[in-house]
């Protein structure tokens, strides 16, 4: 199966190279992403005929299998992760002065020259493998649209056995009715033409990104201080190396669980 069925941990710069930005300079708080097949092949085939005695033989001929196609899966793993963020303390402060809610994210803003602080990430082993298993829910839910779909007519199409008949015109019927009765009864309204298959399988495919959508995969970010942030000394580095000079003020934030619902929301409830 060329799908991912697990997610790779990465760190902070692999996150941002996934989304298309720099390590040095990139500026993105994601933590998980999996992406939705691409190259998937629906199944082709014909009916054959050939004669059987004085009758006529007809039968399903493959010419070419299902495929699923590929993705990719990544999630930050856990550990301390130098970023190309800062944090806007005086906003902070001024909002909670004020009792104002607000999530910590939105203080966050791209690292510039005069910034006053670099923010490092803290992902803790608990969190990563919870993101981990936040990205193989997606990974579950594309696997499970290709079974449903094009995996489900390959697998009809293989079963179906040939059939003799007086003519051709029956003996094709036959195999026709053959197709429609081998597939799921719950998309046979789909019929036997593999594109709209291929079309049923991008549809489930896209419905993964509801988890995302409903912030079933979000998780949040509390301040805390550095001593509470075990091996802070030896944070990965984007560029390998610290950019900042000795002192410069660093302001941790840690993953917290925020409001990340994994398990809860089942594949088959949510691909329909």
């Known amino acids: 199966m060329s799908l991912k069925q697990n997610s790779d941990p990465v760190d902070h710069g692999a996150m941002l190279q996934d989304s298309g930005l720099l390590p040095a300079s990139g500026y993105g708080p994601d933590v998980g992403s999996t992406s939705i097949p691409v190259n998937a092949l629906a199944p082709a085939y014909e009916i054959g005929y050939s004669p059987a005695d004085d009758r006529v033989k007809a039968e399903v001929v493959i010419r070419q299998r299902a495929s699923e196609g590929t993705n990719t899966s990544i999630h930050l793993r856990a550990g301390i992760f130098e970023t190309n963020a800062t944090l ?49 829910e997606h990974c579950d839910d594309l696997i499970y649209a290709y079974q449903q779909t094009l995996g489900a007519l390959d697998a009809a199409l293989a079963s179906v056995r040939p059939v003799t008949a007086a003519t051709k015109g029956q003996a094709g019927e036959q195999i026709a009715a053959a197709i429609q009765a081998a597939l799921p009864p719950q998309r046979a309204r789909l019929g036997p033409d593999p594109a709209a298959w291929r079309q049923e399988y991008e549809r489930l495919s896209g419905l993964t990104r509801e988890r995302d959508q409903a912030s079933w995969h979000d998780f949040g970010l509390e301040l805390v201080d550095s001593g509470a942030v075990p091996g802070r000394a030896n944070p990965t580095y984007l560029t390998g190396a610290s950019r900042d000079p000795a002192g410069f003020k660093v302001c941790y934030l840690r993953f917290t669980t925020g409001t990340t619902e994994i398990g809860t929301h089942s594949t088959a409830q949510v691909i329909v």
């Open 88 to 136: 806007v303390v005086s906003d902070l402060e001024a909002d909670r002065r004020r009792k104002a809610e607000a999530r910590l994210g939105s203080y966050l803003t791209e690292f510039r020259h005069d910034s006053k602080n670099r923010v490092y990430f803290v992902m803790p082993a608990d969190l990563a493998e919870r993101n981990r298993r936040a990205e193989v």
